[in-house]
T-cell receptor, first 110, second 111 residues
Framework: DGGITQSPKYLFRKEGQNVTLSCEQN?????MYWYRQDPGQGLRLIYY???????QKGDIAEGYSVSREKKESFPLTVTSAQKNPTAFYLC?????????FGSGTRLTVV | EDKVVQSPLSLVVHEGDTVTLNCSYE??????LLWYKQEKKAPTFLFML??SGIEKKSGRLSSILDKKELFSILNITATQTGDSAIYLC???????????WGLGTSLAVNP
């Protein structure tokens, strides 16, 4: 079945450590996105990529980095520069017919 | 600035009630408006609406867009406890498929 796989589902890290969240899709979608979701704040766009080897900052890119070396993969690194990294992170990909989301990664930084 | 505003932010109803969720939008180069349902994890797609004004239906759910008023509603009839979720509305702007998201409406259906 086609879809988006995010891993891991839950992640714990100590403050000051970088951490990378995985996102893989087998839908053959060109565009991929990373969102952060906090209670009461809806979905906020971190980074998006419309094509391999190209990506753009979203609304809250500071403290995050991404790469898009393959069409299927769009990993997100949460760096130590991100001041409030604890959140629910959603990856998505899109075609002309809409978005498909992964099941999310809940990151907790202690 | 592009924006999508949903109302109400939260709603509590009893099983069997009918609810209407609202979404207003101001989106440059508007292409479509999307409704999603989010339970515990990933949002799942409900409807995509365009300026054609055609109503979309799926079982007890229906949605329509008013292109003049820049407004969409999502109706749920005969609500069930399984309808409890956050309902998200998003506007599709321009050619880059970037979505402008509302904050969502949190719906709780009590037995």
């Amino acid at each position: 079945d086609g879809g988006i796989t995010q891993s891991p589902k839950y992640l714990f890290r100590k403050e000051g450590q970088n951490v990378t969240l995985s996102c893989e899709q087998n839908l053959n979608h060109d565009a991929m996105y990373w969102y952060r979701q906090d209670p009461g704040q809806g979905l906020r766009l971190i980074y998006y990529s419309q094509i391999v080897n190209d990506f753009q900052k979203g609304d809250i890119a500071e403290g995050y980095s991404v790469s898009r070396e393959k069409k299927e993969s769009f990993p997100l690194t949460v760096t130590s520069a991100q001041k409030n990294p604890t959140a629910f992170y959603l990856c998505a990909s899109s075609s002309n017919y809409g978005y498909t989301f992964g099941s999310g990664t809940r990151l907790t930084v202690v | 600035e592009d924006k999508v505003v949903q109302s109400p932010l939260s709603l509590v109803v009893h099983e069997g009630d009918t609810v209407t969720l609202n979404c207003s939008y101001e989106v440059t180069n508007f292409r479509s408006l999307l409704w999603y349902k989010q339970e515990k994890k990933a949002p799942t797609f409900l409807f995509m609406l365009t300026s054609s004004g055609i109503e979309k239906k799926s079982g007890r759910l229906s949605s329509i867009l008013d292109k003049k008023e820049l407004f969409s509603i999502l109706n749920i009839t005969a609500t069930q406890t399984g309808d409890s979720a956050i309902y998200l509305c998003a506007g599709n702007a321009g050619n880059n498929r970037k979505l402008i998201w509302g904050l969502g409406t949190s719906l709780a259906v009590n037995p």
